[in-house]
């Protein structure tokens, strides 16, 4: 494969001397940009754009026409992975994802058909190829999962849940029934990862969207548990190279020296936490991704500035820092604020890496 031109990312996860911070952004290919929503238009439906190996790599290089990002990641959808172990994933317009088959007890889990990723899951590894071709080495790219729990939320509750009622009344009344159904879910995942890194993924990132909805017992059983089970399983190298990887609870700030621990490489941090506490508290044991709140985004060019420089000024001198806002972008937000947010990166961050 090609050579890469800019592994500032890479360099930052690995806490290797950078000259700048890298930057990227969760959900960088998206409905806030107008291109966006004329190729999902022409896919037909936002399950037809991730199953089309040429659209979806043409929307995961979009954001990398209009900004400088450090980093694509691949244009996907977190719930591929229970859509392939047979629950059948739809979407309902502003209703968000549904499942017409739910998890909910030992005869549900029972029908689940075991998954090989690189054929139930063929055409997210096309993409990734695809889109490895077309970048031709000018940044890294990402390949991504939904945690175990994450995944199991959505299996159990049949789609997006406000109080996450029936699947915490599984992990805390029928443990054994959910810890069998996360070991599934976790060995599905270290699969699909490893399925995406041997086809050209340069950095990986689990996405443990409902972790933070746990009590602090149940985050360390039924969410990191798993999360370390799946980071021990992926390869640790592709294309002679270090594949770090990103671990990112939401709403996990509190529980940060324990996933710090979890063996992936960098934590992603929201912006309910203090960058610069976050710091302090894990030294340099991993590298941080964040974590400016993606409203930030609504506010004008200058203020988001101000928010930028701050946030570099609260992590400081030195490496391990990769700028990424504390969750996905909002859709409403006008693409310029994106171009002042990437550029405000770009200009203020050098003085933080200079050689003492």
Known sequence: MSELKNDRFL????????????????????????EYRATRQQAGSFLDLCMNAELACEVT??????????????FSDILTVPDALGLGLYFEEGEGPRFRKTVRSEADLAQLKPIVAEDDLGYVMAAVRTIRRELNGAVP???????????????????????FARVKAMAYDQPALMHRLLALLADAVADYLSAQIRAGAQAVQIFDTWGGSLSAAGYREFS????????ARLPEEA?????????????????????????AQAVG????TDIGSARRQIGDRV?????????????????????????????GHGTGHVFNLGHGITPGV???????????????????????
């Open 141 to 163: 790219l990402i390949g991504f999962s939904g945690s175990p729990w994450t995944l199991a939320t959505y299996m159990v509750e049949g789609g997006s849940s406000r109080d």
């Open 239 to 263: 294309d002679g190279r270090r594949v770090p990887v990103i671990v990112f609870t939401k709403g996990g700030g509190q529980w940060l020296d324990a996933i710090a621990g979890c063996g």
């Open 61 to 74: 290089l979009q954001p990398l026409r209009r900004y400088p990002m450090d980093a694509a990641i691949l």
């Open 11 to 34: 360099r930052a996860l690995l806490r290797q001397p950078v000259d700048r911070t890298p930057i990227w952004m969760m959900r960088q290919a998206g409905r806030y940009l107008p």
């Open 287 to 315: 590298a941080l991704q964040g974590n400016m709140d993606p409203s930030m985004l609504f506010a004008s060019p200058a203020r988001i500035r101000e928010e930028v420089a701050a946030i570099l000024a609260a992590y």
């Open 334 to 356: 006008n693409p310029d604020h994106v171009t002042a947010f990437v550029e405000a990166v770009q200009e203020l961050s050098p003085q933080y890496h200079q050689a003492d």
């Open 269 to 272: 941090i929201d912006w309910t």
């Open 224 to 231: 990191l548990a798993y999360m370390q089970r799946v980071v």
